[in-house]
């Protein structure tokens, strides 16, 4: 059984950093792409970044490219989000997925397994 575990959120100050950290278990980790998403209320589900399963290849949403950075360690089966200069508008549940094979997108539909979210609140 797939599984994944956020952690790492938390309530930061405007300019702040935090690091998400998304454990997964049950899955050949390296073989599939990861994705992290987010959620504010009201708000659908939205593409922040990505990350190939070798890692080489990154991509990142336009509001956040500059500032956030995706990471993954494939012998720890574990995804990062390094997030910096963060803004109140970044306030939401952050989400990690597990891609479906062969895919890399930024549609919530092509991710098969998610977390449980984790909170982010940047106040101003």
């Known amino acids: 059984q797939v599984q994944l575990v956020e952690s790492g959120g938390g309530l930061v100050q405007a300019g702040g950093s935090l690091r998400l950290s998304c454990r997964v278990s049950?899955?050949?980790?390296?073989?599939?792409?990861m994705g992290w998403f987010r959620q504010a209320p009201g708000n659908e589900r939205e593409s922040v970044s990505r990350?190939?399963?070798?890692?080489?290849?990154?991509y990142y949403a336009d509001s956040v490219k500059g500032r956030f950075a995706i990471a993954r360690d494939n012998a720890k089966n574990t995804v990062y989000l390094q997030m910096n200069s963060l803004k109140p508008e970044d306030t939401a549940v952050y989400y990690c997925a597990l891609s479906r094979p062969g895919v890399l997108t930024t549609s919530p539909s092509d991710y098969d397994y998610w977390g449980q979210g984790t909170q982010v609140t940047v106040s101003s």
């Open positions: 049950g899955s050949d980790f390296s073989r599939f792409g």
């Open positions: 990350i190939s399963g070798s890692g080489v290849n990154t």
